[in-house]
T-cell receptor, first 112, second 114 residues
Framework: GDSVTQMQGQVTLSEDDFLFINCTYSTTWYPTLFWYVQYPGEGPQLLLK?????NKGISRGFEATYDKGTTSFHLQKASVQESDSAVYYCVLGESYAQGLTFGLGTRVSVFP | GPKVLQIPSHQIIDMGQMVTLNCDPVSNHLYFYWYKQILGQQMEFLVNFYNGKVMEKSKLFKDQFSVERPDGSYFTLKIQPTALEDSAVYFC????????????FGPGTRLTVL
């Protein structure tokens, strides 16, 4: 079945550090990939979405690139702020289904 | 931005009892979803609902689970009877359209079954 793997459970950074979160996926179809972000006490919210047509998404200073060859979908930001502290989920959407497949999430903590 | 509300935020019940989780989706949205997240595990899709019908459900959506949205009111998830393994945070989501559309999530209801 479809699956998403995020190996980094926790990332701790200082402000202005570079953030990189690794994600790989497995599917037999042509997915659309998302990054959702969850702040304390809230539900996940969409950060960005990338389709097979455009391969890259950019939003709020975050960038994600989709590589079909390596089935990877990494998230990065050049300079993080304390307000970026949250849980980031790599998420898979399929053409044949409306339910999303979530990764385990990466908790990012940014300290001043 | 658009908000999805969930009531209650916490619920504690005894095993075997019935529980109803309530979701107030974004007002003009047409597709509704429930997800389940056990502590420390991945969030998993349970079911989606459109035009008064269940469109898709996962293997986690047991026979004891049911969903409905009577007359455009709350979108509900009912579990009857509950089991210990139903303890989790349940997230409701809604979207304007189906496939690949942005899903808006509520803050979750933490259900504890004793």
């Amino acid at each position: 079945g479809d699956s998403v793997t995020q190996m980094q459970g926790q990332v701790t950074l200082s402000e202005d550090d570079f953030l990189f979160i690794n994600c790989t996926y497995s599917t037999t179809w042509y997915p659309t990939l998302f990054w959702y972000v969850q702040y304390p006490g809230e539900g996940p919210q969409l950060l960005l979405k990338v389709t097979t047509a455009n391969n890259k998404g950019i939003s709020r200073g975050f960038e994600a690139t989709y590589d079909k060859g390596t089935t990877s979908f990494h998230l990065q930001k050049a300079s993080v702020q304390e307000s970026d502290s949250a849980v980031y989920y790599c998420v898979l959407g399929e053409s044949y289904a409306q339910g999303l497949t979530f990764g385990l999430g990466t908790r990012v903590s940014v300290f001043p | 931005g658009p908000k999805v509300l969930q009531i209650p935020s916490h619920q504690i019940i005894d095993m075997g009892q019935m529980v109803t989780l309530n979701c107030d989706p974004v007002s003009n949205h047409l597709y509704f979803y429930w997800y389940k997240q056990i502590l420390g595990q991945q969030m998993e899709f349970l079911v989606n609902f459109y035009n008064g019908k269940v469109m898709e459900k996962s293997k986690l959506f047991k026979d004891q689970f049911s969903v409905e949205r009577p007359d455009g009111s709350y979108f509900t998830l009912k579990i009857q009877p509950t089991a210990l393994e139903d303890s989790a945070v349940y997230f409701c989501a809604s979207s304007l359209s189906g496939q690949y559309a942005e899903q808006f999530f509520g803050p979750g209801t933490r259900l504890t079954v004793l």
